[in-house]
């Protein structure tokens, strides 16, 4: 079993930035190598959604259009951790933001993805 914990979020001024952490675990020899990883969000009375992704092996990543340019999404394999760095954050940013594991291959579609954190909460005031 895979468990995932995020950590970073906060109360940020509208232009600031933040940087989100997701540092999983696992079963002995268990590495996020294996899984692509991603962040997803959902605002107060929104659907979950995809914000980023990045595929293991490759590192190939991907961007829902509303955060691209602004979000950074990258992953430390050794240290079993993934990162979201955000940028010229808005209001609109506000949400609970969630880290989620998977393999084969994780898609902006929440249901292929496997494993979910908590979630960690970013306020972004105007």
């Known amino acids: 079993q895979v468990q995932l914990v995020e950590s970073g979020g906060g109360l940020v001024s509208t232009g600031g930035s933040l940087r989100l952490s997701c540092a999983a675990s696992g079963p002995t020899s268990f590495g996020i190598y294996e899984y692509d990883m991603g962040w997803f969000r959902r605002a107060p009375g929104k659907e979950r959604e995809f914000v980023a992704s990045?595929?293991?092996?490759?590192?190939?990543?991907h961007y829902a259009d509303s955060v691209k340019g602004r979000f950074t999404i990258s992953r430390d394999n050794a240290k079993k951790t993934v990162y979201l760095e955000m940028n010229s954050l808005k209001p609109d940013d506000t949400a609970i933001y969630y880290c989620?594991?998977?393999?084969?291959?994780?898609?902006?579609?929440?249901?292929?993805?496997?494993?979910w954190g908590q979630g960690t909460q970013v306020t972004v005031s105007s």
């Open positions: 989620a594991a998977t393999a084969p291959w994780g898609t902006p579609d929440r249901s292929s993805w496997t494993y």
């Open positions: 990045i595929r293991r092996g490759s590192g190939i990543t």
